[in-house]
Antibody, heavy 119, light 109 residues
Framework: EVQLVESGGGLIHPGGSLRLSCEAS????SAWWMHWVRQVPGKGLV????????????TYADSVKGRFTISRDNAKNTLFLQMHSLRAEDTAVYFC????????????WGQGTRVTVSS | QSVLTQPPSASGTPGQRVIITCSGS????????VNWYQHLPGKAPKLLIY???QRPSGVPARFSGSKSGTSASLAISGLQSDDEADYYC??????????FGGGTKLTVL
């Protein structure tokens, strides 16, 4: 079964750091672009970052640029999001998603991991 | 504030046909293909429509998409109670980054 499972969320103080993971299974992870998308409570989905197959092309939304780092370990079929200088407005559920280039769409999603930034 | 505008809510009764709209501009919908996602709270979002009107394998034919100019639409026919969810239109920009509409909460009455 094709699957993405996020982990690493939790409660963190403002200014703190957290690393999210997204473990892939059921497909050749190293052949796919991957993305992170988040949903602030009560709000809609917002794209925040993406990485190409070998990690050489990376982009970020302005809201997280300079604070978040996306990376991947193809040997471990895992996508990461390292988050620093966390703010209350980073409180959200974070989803990883597989990007299908030929469709221009996110065709597989994880169930998300919740990050709460609060003192 | 997203560049794609969706109505915050929509509703229908079982069996009815509901249409959710997504309005953009010549800079986004006008030059890119549109995708639609269904999201039930606490679940993984699900791709319903890609490239304006294509359904992935496993998505019922009750769901259909269309695009005209700078607007796109998702139509759900034969509305069912488990269609109650949030629906998002989306596109990939020139950098292959995702852009989402604000979402539409569909209520089945």
């Amino acid at each position: 079964e094709v699957q993405l499972v996020e982990s690493g969320g939790g409660l963190i103080h403002p200014g703190g750091s957290l690393r999210l993971s997204c473990e892939a299974s059921g497909f050749t992870f190293s052949a796919w672009w991957m993305h992170w998308v988040r949903q602030v409570p009560g709000k809609g989905l917002v794209w925040i970052s993406r990485i190409n197959v070998d990690g050489t092309t990376i982009t970020y939304a302005d809201s997280v640029k300079g604070r978040f780092t996306i990376s991947r370990d193809n040997a471990k079929n895992t996508l990461f999001l390292q988050m620093h200088s966390l703010r209350a407005e980073d409180t959200a559920v974070y989803f990883c998603a597989r990007g299908r280039l030929t469709w221009g769409a996110f065709d597989i999603w994880g169930q998300g991991t919740r990050v709460t930034v609060s003192s | 504030q997203s560049v794609l505008t969706q109505p915050p809510s929509a509703s229908g009764t079982p069996g009815q046909r509901v249409i959710i709209t997504c309005s953009g501009s010549s800079l986004n919908i006008g030059r890119n293909t549109v995708n639609w996602y269904q999201h039930l709270p606490g679940k993984a979002p699900k791709l319903l429509i890609y490239r304006n009107d294509q359904r992935p394998s496993g998505v019922p034919a009750r769901f259909s998409g269309s695009k005209s100019g700078t607007s796109a639409s998702l139509a759900i026919s034969g509305l069912q109670s488990d269609d109650e969810a949030d629906y998002y239109c989306s596109f990939w920009d020139a950098s292959l980054n995702g852009v989402f509409g604000g979402g539409t909460k569909l209520t089945v009455l």
